[in-house]
């Protein structure tokens, strides 16, 4: 009988490697959110209040630039909790 090549024979669990696109997809996933989530809800609120109390335009530009700092806040806290634990 042939031998089994190298490949063949790894085992999965023992391989740290194949868990690399789990994690990036992951890290991919919970980016996403923190920036979509604020964004857009920060701004559906000031388009809601602007409705409310006819204010129009000036409390959807105030959800926007709230909705923006709060996402550049949530992914700047993930990007320094990535960089701590890869130390």
């Known amino acids: 009988?042939?031998?089994?090549?190298?490949?063949?024979?790894?085992?999965?669990?023992?391989?740290?490697?194949?868990?690399?696109?789990l994690?990036?997809?992951?890290?991919?996933?919970?980016?996403?959110?923190?920036?979509?989530?604020?964004?857009v809800g920060f701004t559906l609120l000031g388009v809601w209040a602007d409705a409310e109390w006819n204010t129009k335009p000036w409390l959807m530009v105030a959800g926007i630039?709230?909705?923006?700092?709060?996402?550049?806040?949530?992914v700047s806290r993930q990007i320094?909790?990535?960089k701590g634990s890869a130390k």
């Open 23 to 39: 994690a990036f997809v992951v890290t991919i996933a919970d980016t996403t959110w923190r920036m979509f989530v604020p964004s």
């Open 80 to 82: 320094a909790r990535l």
């Open 65 to 74: 630039i709230i909705g923006a700092a709060s996402a550049y806040l949530l």
């Open 1 to 21: 009988m042939g031998k089994v090549p190298k490949s063949e024979t790894r085992s999965s669990t023992g391989n740290s490697g194949d868990m690399l696109p």
